[in-house]
């Protein structure tokens, strides 16, 4: 595996499930960042990560949480969504905070 | 004055031509610029950075720095129907290294 990836590609979830997005970064990056990007709509940064240490959150609700193992791996834990949470997920990584970002291919997420 | 804005488009031209896409920036960013190009449905892919004064080339591709003025460009050499996708202007924040903007995006179309 190379670059940034991300599993699932697509999930459908109803509104009291509970599920999780993993993103895994082979760059050796010590940053990751999630951000959600609904229709017609521009990037929002949700979380950022630097050294497994979150460093920023966007005000995102409870409902998502995030976890950072290690600087490879980035999970955002998913319960009781709504359907305006329905959106293109992506991760991404970057050497340090500041620097260039990669992005995974995102998850297509669907809440029902 | 958001952080980094970008007009939305669509910017239409002709194939073969130089497409230019602009971007104007606030004094809360970095002196570090990405420009990313994003298909539909897809995730955004880093085409080039600049962090100097002045011009940066790389292939087709040439990216503007003008830091009197405050904005920067990319500007397209022979333009492709390949190359029809929205183009995100990001930066990193000034006073809070964790921070990263991106324009809303200008959607180009190159017609054949």
């Known amino acids: 595996e190379t670059g940034v990836t991300q599993t699932p590609r697509h999930l459908v979830m109803g509104m009291t499930n509970k599920k999780s997005l993993k993103c895994e970064q082979h760059?050796?990056?010590?940053?990751m960042y999630w951000y959600k990007q609904s229709a017609k709509k521009p990037l929002e940064l949700m979380f950022v990560?630097?050294?497994?240490?979150?460093?920023e959150n966007n005000s995102v609700p409870s409902r998502f949480s995030p976890e950072c193992p290690n600087s490879s791996h980035l999970f955002l834990h998913l319960h009781t969504l709504q359907p305006e949470d329905s959106a293109l997920y992506l991760c991404?990584?970057?050497?340090?905070?500041?620097?260039?970002?990669?992005f995974g291919p995102g998850t297509r997420l669907t809440v029902t | 004055q958001k952080e980094v804005e970008q007009n939305s488009g669509p910017l239409s031209v002709p194939e073969g031509a130089i497409a230019s896409l602009n971007c104007t920036y606030s004094?809360?960013?970095?002196?570090?610029f990405f420009w990313y190009r994003q298909y539909s449905g897809k995730s955004p892919e880093l085409i080039m950075s600049?962090?100097?004064?002045g011009d940066k080339e790389d292939g087709r591709f040439t990216a503007q720095l003008n830091k009197a003025s405050q904005y920067v460009s990319l500007l397209i050499r022979d333009s492709q129907p390949s190359d029809s996708a929205t183009y995100l202007c990001?930066?990193?924040?000034?006073?809070?290294?964790?921070?990263?903007?991106f324009g809303s995006g200008t959607k180009l179309n190159v017609k054949p």
């Open positions: 760059l050796g990056h010590n940053a």
């Open positions: 004094d809360r960013v970095s002196q570090s």
């Open positions: 990001a930066a990193g924040g000034l006073y809070n290294f964790n921070k990263f903007y």
């Open positions: 990560y630097n050294f497994k240490e979150q460093t």
């Open positions: 600049i962090y100097s004064n």
């Open positions: 991404a990584s970057s050497q340090d905070t500041g620097y260039e970002q990669y």
